[in-house]
């Protein structure tokens, strides 16, 4: 074999499997499906979804890992972590979106638990159906666990009765 015909054989095979090895997830890929099926297990859905907009807001935010916890029952309304503390926000920093408000005893409820979530959480929202709390995902499960958490106590706070979802395997 003449090296031309060995060099287009080589060319040949690394054209076939490098968009084969290229298929393969990558080490965070797979942490992230990982972390995705936790969830799912803990009973939550993931969707994308753009932060709700601030009057402040200079360009639009990108889409973030929404984590919903379907519920009957409950209130509507919307919170967004704002970049500044201002005395018509919700525990400094949460400023409400629309004119949805939640009642007193909830409102109690969020003053206590929001400045004890993680800064990666922008935006919480109640709305007929589910609880959705959208965030900067970390790849800690213990995140998860703390958030799972929040939704779970925040639909008792209102009221709510927990929908549980059907396993994956079911559907």
């Known amino acids: 074999m003449d090296s031309i015909t060995l060099i287009i054989v080589l060319l040949v095979v690394a054209m076939v499997i490098g968009p084969v090895a290229m298929l393969r997830p990558s080490a965070g890929q797979k942490k992230r499906e990982q972390q995705r099926q936790y969830v799912v297990a803990k009973g939550l859905g993931v969707t994308l979804r753009a932060l709700p907009k601030l009057a402040t807001d200079m360009e639009e935010a990108g889409l973030l890992p929404t984590y919903t916890l379907q519920i009957k029952g409950g209130e509507t309304w919307t919170l967004r972590r704002a970049s500044f ?42 709305a007929a159906g589910e609880l959705a709390l959208t965030w900067y995902a970390s790849s800690q499960n213990s995140d998860v666990d703390v958030i799972d958490d929040f939704l779970r106590q925040l639909a008792a706070a209102q009221g709510a009765v927990v929908i549980p979802r059907e396993p994956l395997h079911s559907r």
Request: aromatic residues 10%.
């Open 85 to 126: 503390a201002h005395e018509s926000h919700l525990a400094e920093y949460w400023q409400f979106v629309g004119s949805g408000r939640p009642s007193a005893a909830v409102e109690v409820f969020l003053k206590v638990q929001l400045p004890l979530l993680s800064p990666r959480i922008q935006a919480i929202s109640s």
